[in-house]
């Protein structure tokens, strides 16, 4: 149910976010979905990749400092109501959301959204409880 | 072996004594041969013969760096040209260069006393020394390399630069003491991680690490990352070069050569002699050289001077480690910020690399000190916060130990060039 998420962390030059895309374009990695969060100085870019192994390590070999989290990926519904809806239960569960963001395609009827939350396996199971659909790792890679 | 030279434990009154007798011969030496020097005692009323006591240095002139500018090259040298069988030079960046010269004697004395530090650094004949301090006008690397030589161990003159061939051959040759500033070191050490080369693949057992200030915590993580003893060694061309002191095994100050030179420590702004103990601007006067020997010379290095006698059996005085030179010194908002002062600091925080650099810069008549720090995998978050939490401890520990707030930029690994020589630090941007 959790997914891997690799964290590149990007001095604000020019230039630096095409460097690692044509890193991972040279391994024939597939980028699925990926956020930038920035500061003055720095930012900090979040990638869900079709094989986070592969992508971790041409990253480390290219000298990029790089992390890796443990995110989810969950569908929810294209339609008016439809966040709402998902982040009710993580609230009543008590789930701090750290930050989100969403896949670019659509699976079938639904948004894909990424949750970095502190409390992982609360998640997962507030989200099953209130019946969403909590994607397997393999299937988010796969999209 | 625990000394080279039994000099090195000569009682303490003797020794007096033959510094007494040496600083005596050496002032009238210089009165008689130096015009320069002439004048400047004739200044102070001395008269050949007037050195009765240790205690009369205090009263002789002093010797500033822009005096051997001024005599560019070489109107300080006592000897004739046709004595003179080597010169060295400074590399002249904020001026002309300062030029220096040596007899065949003078060389002599150098490699003896380069030999002491080796042999104080827990070396012997048996050792493979890798000199990775520059060849050439610099003292680092044929100063190292003569005083190998003199000690019977083996000599391998890499010179700085070319950091993979260096580890290749430290593998191959079996090194077991290098010599490099301390900077080097580590970017050594990084490109042998790089490499994939094993700790033990190398023989190193000691490092012989100076030209540049380092804290420290600079040693704890060299000795950690290349599991060495590192010793720092201390010198200045004008004085002779790398030699003039070094850490012996205890690693609590560096013995001062005082059958060569004389230390004291003074107040930069009086002049005045500090009484022992007291930090202050190292000043040394040469009593056993005779190409260039200067009297009561300005170091510009920020030290402290040890009289307690040291367990080693050394009975020659010590100095603290310099931890700056008044010349690296900057002063923001009136605060003395020394770059070692930031370096132990940051040495202090988990994770943080010891690669780091000082940028100073003056913004609407505001001074602001921008420390860049490079952030390693090991402390990187996803989470912007955490970043910012890192930023903001670093720069709240540099602003309790220096007084003085400043701006932390992360940056990326390797971004920070990285030093074959002597580290820059710092980047002062300011135009005033």
């Known amino acids: 149910m959790k997914v891997r998420q690799i964290s590149v962390f990007l001095e604000n030059k020019s230039g630096r976010l095409l460097e690692v895309c044509q890193c991972l374009a040279r391994e024939n990695v597939n980028i699925r979905a990926l956020s930038i969060a920035e500061t003055a100085d720095y930012g900090v870019l979040r990638l869900i990749v079709d094989d986070p192994g592969r992508a971790l390590g041409t990253l480390s070999k290219e000298k990029f400092t790089v992390s890796e989290t443990e995110v989810i990926a969950v569908e929810v519904p294209d339609e008016p109501g439809g966040m709402a809806g998902v982040l009710a239960p993580l609230y009543s569960a008590n789930v701090n959301i750290e930050y989100i963001y969403c896949f670019v395609e659509k699976s079938g009827e639904s948004a894909i959204v990424v949750f970095r939350v502190e409390q992982l396996d609360q998640a997962i199971k507030a989200l099953q409880n209130g019946g969403y659909k909590v994607m397997r790792e393999e299937d988010v890679y796969r999209i | ?432």
């Open chain 2, 1 to 432: 072996m625990e000394y080279f030279n039994s000099v090195e434990v000569m009682e303490r009154g003797k020794l007096d004594d033959l510094k007494l007798e040496r600083l005596g011969a050496s002032v009238d030496r210089l009165y008689d041969k130096v015009s320069f020097y002439k004048e400047k005692l004739e200044e102070v009323g001395f008269k050949p013969g007037d050195v009765t006591s240790l205690e009369d240095l205090k009263d002789l002139p002093f010797t500033y760096k822009e005096d051997l500018r001024d005599n560019y090259p070489f109107g300080l040298f006592s000897v004739p040209m046709r004595d003179v069988v080597r010169i060295h030079a400074s590399s002249g960046t904020t001026g002309k260069p300062t030029v220096v010269g040596y007899t065949s004697g003078d060389i002599e004395v150098w490699a003896d006393l380069v030999a002491r530090t080796i042999v104080a650094s827990g070396g012997n004949p048996d050792d493979v020394v890798q000199v990775a301090y520059g060849y050439g006008l610099f003292t680092g690397g044929l100063g190292l390399h003569y005083g190998v030589e003199m000690l019977g161990a083996t000599a391998l003159p890499m010179s700085g630069g070319n950091t993979k061939r260096q580890i290749r051959m430290m593998v191959d040759f079996g090194s077991t003491i290098l010599c490099c500033t301390p900077s080097y070191a580590l970017n050594i050490t990084e490109v042998m991680q790089e490499m994939g080369v094993k700790r033990d693949e190398i023989k190193l057992k000691s490092g012989i690490l100076g030209a540049e200030p380092w804290s420290d915590e600079m040693r704890v993580q060299i000795e950690e990352n290349l599991k060495i003893s590192a010793h720092d060694i201390y010198g200045l061309s004008e004085v002779v070069g790398p030699g003039v002191s070094i850490e012996c095994g205890e690693k609590h100050g560096l013995h001062v050569f005082e059958d060569c030179f004389i230390a004291e420590v003074i107040d930069p702004r009086t002049g005045e002699v500090l009484p022992a103990g007291e930090p202050g601007e190292l000043v040394f006067t040469n009593i056993n050289k005779q190409a260039l020997s200067l009297l009561r010379y300005r170091t510009r290095d920020i030290t402290r001077l040890i009289e307690e006698p040291c367990p080693c059996g050394r009975t020659h005085i010590r100095m603290e480690r310099v931890t700056g030179r008044t010349d690296d010194m900057l002063i923001i908002r009136g605060v003395n910020v020394f770059p070692s002062q930031v370096e132990t600091v940051l040495m202090q925080i988990p994770g943080v690399s010891p690669y780091y650099k000082l940028v100073v810069d003056r913004v609407d008549n505001l001074d602001i000190l921008e420390v860049q720090v490079e952030v390693s995998s090991e402390v990187f978050s996803d989470e912007i916060k955490r970043l910012e939490q890192l930023e903001k401890r670093i720069g709240d520990e540099v602003q309790s130990y220096l007084g003085l707030g400043v701006k932390v930029r992360l940056m990326e690994p390797r971004s920070i060039q990285r030093s074959e020589g002597k580290a820059v630090r710092v980047a002062d941007n300011r135009k005033i």
